[in-house]
C-alpha cells in the first residue's frame, strides 16, 4: 500500500479509551523512504506519531499530522547456539512478535505478551510485565529524525530506560521517529518466573518453553485486564510511586500490610493500585468513566466517556491519594 493520506479523520479506531477525536491529517507509510518523503512534506506541521493507541487520552482533536507506522517484518540478522538477533519493523503488533517468538521457543519477550500495541511503540514506553522490562532484549533502536530526515541509530545504552521511561519520551519527545527495532533473545531457556501466578510454572517437571510462559501470562492477564475491544481503556493509568523510606514507615505503621518493593537502601515502591483501593476507588464511576473493579489502576470508558470525564477522575484519584497517603501519583498514559 503506497503513503494514505486522510482529512479531517476520526481517530476513534485509533485509541483503545475509545475517545472519539479527529486528526487535521492522517498518514501511514509502508518504508523508511515513505517516512522521508512524508516528513520533508509536512515540515513544520504539529507531528504526532501514534502506534495503536494504547496509551494515549486525546484530550482535543489534533490540529496537526498524525503519522501512522505500516513497516512490518521480521528478519532474523543473526543466530548461534546461545542467541539470535531478530530485526523487527516498528509497524509490526508487538503481540504477533512475542507469538511468533514463542512460537521459535526463543526466550526473552514471553512474559511482555498480550501487551497492546506495536514494536515502535515498546522501544518507546520501556513496556515491562511480570518482571520484565522489555530494555532487557533490546539492543538498538533504528530511527528517523523528524526535522532532518536522517537516520540515526541508538544503542540500547543511550536510550535511557529506566522504570516506562526512555530518552524518546523524555530528552528527545517528539523528535524521533522509531523505524525498527533490533532485540536480542536466548535460545537457551531464560526464565523470569517469580511474578505472581507465574510461580506455578515452577512445579513443572521440566523447564517451561516459552510458549509455556506465553500461555500463562496470557491466562493471567485475560483474568485481571479489560480487553481492548470489549471494554476501552489505557492500561495502567498512573505509574506506581517511590517514596522515601520515612514516609513508607508512617504508612506502614497504620497499614501492617502495605505492599511494598525496595528500590534502594532509602526508597520504596508501593503498587498505585494499592493506594486507590485504599481510599475507596474501586469500581467507583465518574460520568462515563470508572475504576476498574477487577484493577483499581485502570480507568475504563464504561459508557460513552469523554475525556473530561477521565481527567476529572483521574485528578479526583490524585487528590485522594495525597490527602490519605501524602504520597503524589502521575499519570502513565500520555494526554495529549
Ligand atoms: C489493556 C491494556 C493493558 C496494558 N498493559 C500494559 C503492560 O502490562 N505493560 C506496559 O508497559 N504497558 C501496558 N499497556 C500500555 C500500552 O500497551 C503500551 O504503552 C504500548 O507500548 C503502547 O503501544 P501503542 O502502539 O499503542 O503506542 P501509542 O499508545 O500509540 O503511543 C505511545 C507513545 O509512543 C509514541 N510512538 C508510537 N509509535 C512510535 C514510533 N514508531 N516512533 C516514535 N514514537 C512512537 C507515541 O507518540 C506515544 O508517545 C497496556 C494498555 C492496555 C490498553
Not at 84 to 101: E, I
Not at 149 to 161: A, D, I, L
Not at 183 to 195: E, G, I, Q
Request: contains cysteine; aromatic residues 8%; charged residues 20%.
Amino acid at each position: 500500500m503506497p503513503i494514505s493520506k486522510q482529512y479531517n479523520y476520526s481517530l476513534l479506531g485509533h485509541n483503545t479509551m475509545g475517545i472519539d477525536v479527529k486528526a487535521q491529517q492522517f498518514i501511514t507509510y509502508d518504508t523508511v523512504d515513505e517516512l522521508k518523503e512524508v516528513l520533508r512534506e509536512i515540515a513544520g506541521r504539529p507531528i504526532l506519531h501514534i502506534g495503536r493507541g494504547s496509551n494515549l487520552l486525546f484530550t482535543r482533536d489534533f490540529e496537526g499530522v498524525v503519522l501512522h507506522s505500516s513497516i512490518k517484518f521480521t528478519q532474523i540478522v543473526m543466530r548461534n547456539q546461545r542467541e539470535v538477533v531478530v530485526r523487527v519493523g516498528a509497524g509490526v503488533v508487538w503481540d504477533d512478535f512475542c507469538a511468533q517468538m514463542a512460537q521459535n521457543n526463543f526466550y526473552g519477550s514471553e512474559n511482555l505478551s498480550h501487551i497492546p500495541g506495536e514494536v515502535g511503540a515498546a522501544a518507546v514506553q520501556n513496556i515491562g510485565a511480570y518482571g520484565v522490562e522489555v530494555e532487557s532484549i533490546i539492543q538498538e533502536v533504528e530511527t528517523i529524525e523528524i526535522a532532518t530526515g536522517s537516520r540515526r541509530v541508538f544503542h540500547v545504552s543511550q536510550c535511557e530506560y529506566h522504570y516506562r521511561e526512555s530518552v524518546f519520551k523524555n530528552k528527545l519527545r517528539g523528535q524521533y521517529v522509531v523505524t525498527a527495532v533490533v532485540f536480542k533473545l536466548s535460545v537457551t531457556p531464560v526464565v523470569h518466573l517469580d511474578y505472581g501466578q507465574l510461580q506455578d510454572l515452577k512445579a513443572l517437571p521440566h523447564t517451561p518453553s516459552a510458549q509455556d510462559i506465553r500461555d500463562a501470562v496470557i491466562a493471567i492477564r485475560r483474568s485481571k485486564l479489560p480487553e481492548p475491544d470489549q471494554l476501552g481503556s489505557a492500561g495502567s493509568f498512573f505509574k506506581n510511586p517511590v517514596v522515601p523510606i520515612e514516609l513508607f514507615n508512617d504508612i506502614a505503621a497504620t497499614h501492617h500490610e502495605v505492599p511494598h518493593y525496595a528500590i534502594d537502601e532509602k526508597q520504596i515502591k508501593i503498587p498505585a493500585a494499592w493506594l486507590i483501593e485504599q481510599c475507596g476507588w474501586k469500581g467507583k464511576c465518574h460520568g462515563g468513566a470508572a475504576v476498574y473493579e477487577k484493577q483499581p489502576l485502570i480507568i475504563v470508558n464504561k459508557n460513552h466517556a469523554t475525556s473530561s470525564d477521565i481527567m476529572e477522575l483521574a485528578s479526583l484519584i490524585q487528590q485522594s491519594v495525597y490527602d490519605t497517603f501524602k504520597i503524589n501519583i502521575y499519570p502513565e498514559v500520555n494526554y495529549i
